[in-house]
């Protein structure tokens, strides 16, 4: 294992990099039979459609790139299975940073979907850790923000929006992150504010969609074993 990171070193990760360390740490939690993930399952990992801002397309030199940046980063590395036929890579995120199961996941979030409100946190690390509050969300963030360096920041409220958002610091400083606004009616946010029905909705749409995701990723992975 990694040694945990030197303070001292600023770390920047490119783009490509922080999806490829996000995907590890999810699968490890939503699919351990399956992991660390062969390149190719990596792949599918970090180009998925649902559950990634931005939507990336990263070929397999993108991710041998990004891999070799993570491993002078010691923040991933590759491993080998048990028959040793294929090559696989796991993160040492926890290790690195010595990370809590909470900071981990909503670490892991900001690292696959970029600046989110503490209520969208709490949503989508569920299949990572429960957080029981609000406050709980809120607390792990305080604790990444409180880190030196700190490893996440609260960015300034956008106009038209109600809550904040926080983002992640691993890909440089806060100034640096882009945020989309998709322009939206007024009568349509405010109906949006006031559906957590719809909210739900969705969240369940994207759960059932990742799922099928993570099975077509296991087949895959069985045949690419099979043909080794």
């Known amino acids: 294992m990694p040694d945990e990171i030197d303070s001292?070193?600023?770390?920047?990760?490119?783009?490509?990099?922080?999806?490829v360390l996000g995907a590890l740490v999810e699968k490890e939690a939503t699919t351990p039979d399956y992991y660390p993930l062969s390149l190719n399952a990596l792949g599918n990992a970090c180009n998925q459609r649902s559950n990634?801002?931005?939507?990336?397309?990263?070929?397999?030199?993108?991710?041998?790139?990004?891999?070799n940046g993570l491993e002078r980063k010691q923040l991933a590395g590759r491993v080998r299975s048990g028959d040793g036929r294929v090559?696989?890579?796991e993160h040492w995120l926890g290790e690195a940073f010595n990370l809590s199961r909470a900071e981990?996941?909503?670490?892991?979030?900001?690292?696959?979907?970029?600046?989110?409100?503490?209520g969208e946190l709490r949503g989508r690390t569920d299949r990572l850790h429960s957080f029981d509050e609000i406050s709980d969300v809120l607390s792990g963030l305080q604790k990444l923000m409180e880190r030196v360096p700190p490893l996440a920041a609260l960015l300034p409220r956008q106009p038209g929006t109600k809550e904040s958002r926080y983002a992640h610091l691993l890909c440089g400083p806060v100034e640096s992150i882009v945020?989309?606004?998709?322009?939206?009616?007024?009568?349509?946010?405010?109906?949006?504010?006031?559906?957590?029905?719809?909210?739900?909705?969705?969240?369940?749409?994207?759960?059932?969609?990742e799922e099928l995701r993570h099975e077509v990723a296991r087949l895959r992975e069985k045949v690419e074993n099979f043909l080794g």
């Open 8 to 19: 001292a070193q600023p770390i920047v990760l490119t783009a490509a990099e922080a999806r």
């Open 87 to 89: 090559t696989k890579y």
């Open 104 to 118: 981990t996941a909503l670490f892991c979030v900001l690292l696959l979907r970029g600046p989110q409100t503490p």
């Open 179 to 209: 945020q989309p606004v998709q322009p939206m009616a007024a009568g349509a946010q405010e109906h949006a504010a006031s559906s957590p029905a719809h909210e739900e909705r969705i969240a369940q749409l994207e759960a059932t969609v």
């Open 52 to 67: 990634r801002e931005p939507v990336m397309s990263l070929d397999e030199d993108d991710l041998r790139q990004a891999l």
